[in-house]
RNA sequence: GGGGCAUUCGUCUAGCGGCCAAGGACACCGCCCUCUCAAGGCGGAGAUCACCGGUUCGAAUCCGGUAUGCCCUACCA
């Protein structure tokens, strides 16, 4: 089979599905899956990013086969500071390990220098003398002319006497691919199936830059060839740049790899991700206490499935589960609101203890700066199970559980203080002005009975207050509604009594006073 | 402008010729539980499977075309 229209021939048939074995038969073949993910520093890993890192990752692990981590630092000017490290971490966290590297291009530049070189002397490339304002002005007079932008192959056909004259100027030329002017490149992608390419609507790239730095297509098939890469599973976008990369392939006389083009992960508009659509870089999510099982487990639903309805999978079980037949081939968006629902779930299936450990540094740092430090891991604990019962991520523990360690009283409106007892008031037909005084009695009246209370637990103070309710004449709608806003300044909390038995004797007494001072004489 | 890829509920998806008057999940709505909020349980609404033709006894599923979207079209990756 001629894939590349061009001379060089195939040998492994897993090109061609119709005569081989799906999945299994890539380590029957006897050859070890080798995978790699080559993310550039050119900023903060995004979930897209990750995603394409866990699948590789996956891909590897169901297989037995090698994950390699390879660094595609080719771009000086857009590297940015601190993205290699953020790269590392985050594959850590999300326990992705890698069995070889991390590998840089930029300590391998002389490989590249010599493959560049030695495309020239076959033929394959030639040296290119345009100065990037004849290539702008280039450019522009295309896109007028609605013509397809594209070098022009000026610098195709120089003549020695015309390379020596401009090498002589001083110019230093890049090193630009020989694209045969006729013929197809197709292939058989993994996911998207056959794809086909004419070679005239493809322009002779740049291989080797001025800065004598390679292109990524350059340093890429240099690199996947030299590890030894079987398999290339990247990203969508990636899937029009695959005949360059064939070509490239053949003349080398290398037999490239199987490729896999994963569906994108699309912004709520559909374009491609990025930061302009929100929170996206992982180091984000991290931060914002993201639980890692979360984000692997979310991340591998997007744009891959089991079934019809498993959707909660450990690591474990996607490397058991992982593969490529059941990626699916359309972008996906992503959907924040799905992720704290999985994050929530996560949180749930912790221990009591795990929870508190993993947010005890949230709280230490979000907690105002009234409240003394360190925290305090047992008090934390009693309240953990409520809290962990209502989180989506840790970042939002504090705002469950602030009102339980503030010193000095919580701070609220009158309005919601007394809300319910307006209604009750309303409701049992009387002067709605009544609520005020009604509210005062009340929370006198349950500041006595906890002085009074022998037992502090919630049992027996649920007992004492529902009886002090029936007392006043109140529902237990209203009359613990009232002391719920009084002793934890919102009208939504864990329930009362469990509340009121960890806050203890002395806030819940501060708080309710508080609370009579607020109402209206 | 050229090229490539894609198109099932708002979103993630199941579906690979009859089991689909399309299933699950998030979000949404209602009910139950209940001192509120959660969690949980139950139920509901939500997709003429982009459109038009064709193949077939039969199509979301196969084949054309159209439309729309996305990606690429850099001395970026």
């Known amino acids: 089979m001629n894939l590349s229209g061009w001379g060089w021939e195939r040998t492994n048939s897993l090109h061609n599905p119709q005569v081989c074995p799906p999945w299994g038969g890539v380590i029957e073949w006897g050859n070890m899956v080798r995978v790699r993910f080559a993310p550039s520093p050119t900023g903060f890993p995004h979930i897209g990013n990750l995603r394409t890192a866990l699948f590789n990752w996956l891909f590897a692990r169901h297989h037995g086969g090698v994950f390699i981590l390879r660094i ?11 993205a290699e490290e953020a790269i590392l971490s985050s594959l850590r966290w999300l326990g992705l390990d890698w069995d070889e590297g991390p590998f840089f291009q930029s300590e391998r530049l002389p490989l590249y220098q010599q493959a560049a070189k030695e495309l020239v002397e076959k ?45 002589a100027k001083g110019i230093t030329p890049v090193v630009r691919f020989r694209i045969p002017l006729e013929g197809q490149t ?13 070679n005239r609507t493809l322009d002779d790239f740049i291989l080797l830059k001025a800065d004598g730095f390679p292109t990524y297509h350059l340093a890429n098939i240099v690199d996947d060839h030299d590890m030894g890469i079987t398999h ?24 490239p790899p199987e490729f896999v083009h994963l569906p994108m992960i699309l912004g709520e508009d559909r374009s491609k991700l990025s ?16 639980l890692p099982q979360a984000m692997t487990n979310f991340m591998a639903l997007l744009g891959w499935s089991l079934d019809d309805r498993t959707e909660m999978f450990t690591l474990e079980e996607l490397v058991s589960h992982f593969s490529i037949e059941r990626l699916s081939r359309t972008g996906a968006v992503f959907n924040l609101e799905k992720l704290q629902w999985m994050n929530g779930v996560y949180l749930r299936q912790l221990s009591v203890e795990e929870f508190v450990d993993l947010a005890l540094p949230y709280l230490e740092r979000n907690l105002p700066p009234s409240v003394p430090r360190p925290i305090d891991r047992g008090y934390l604990l009693r309240m953990a199970p409520f809290l962990q019962e209502r989180a989506r991520t840790l970042e939002g523990v504090t705002e469950l559980a602030d009102f339980f360690f503030l010193l000095t009283g919580v701070d609220y409106e009158t309005g919601p203080l007394l809300g319910g007892m307006q209604k009750e008031v309303r409701k049992q037909g009387k002067d709605p002005a009544g609520a005020a005084p009604l509210a005062r009695g009340a929370l006198e009246a349950s500041a006595t009975a906890i002085e009074r209370a ?11 207050f529902r009886s002090l309710g029936e007392g006043l004449g109140l529902g237990a709608g209203a009359f613990f509604g009232l002391l719920r806003v009084a002793l934890t300044g ?32």
């Open 72 to 82: 595609e630092d080719t771009d000086v000017a857009r590297k940015v500071e601190g």
């Open 123 to 167: 033929g394959h490339a030639y040296h290119c003398f345009c100065s990037t304002e004849r290539l702008d002005e280039m450019r522009r007079e295309q896109v007028r002319r609605k013509l397809p932008p594209g070098y022009d192959r000026l610098c195709r056909n120089l003549s020695a006497a015309q390379r020596e004259e401009s090498l």
């Open 186 to 198: 197709r292939f058989n992608d993994l996911v998207k199936g056959p794809v086909t390419f004419n």
């Open 232 to 255: 290339v599973l990247r990203a969508d976008e990636w899937l029009s740049s695959t005949p360059r990369h064939l070509l490239l392939y053949g003349a080398f006389g290398y037999q």
């Open 275 to 290: 930061k302009r659509h929100g929170a996206v870089s992982v180091t984000e999510f991290r931060e914002q206490g993201y």
């Open 454 to 464: 022998a037992d502090f637990e919630p049992e027996a103070l649920e007992a004492t």
């Open 490 to 521: 919102r009208t939504a909390s864990p329930p009362l009594f469990h509340t009121m038995s960890i806050l203890g004797r002395d806030k819940c007494l501060a708080r309710l006073a508080a609370a009579q001072q607020k109402l209206p004489a």
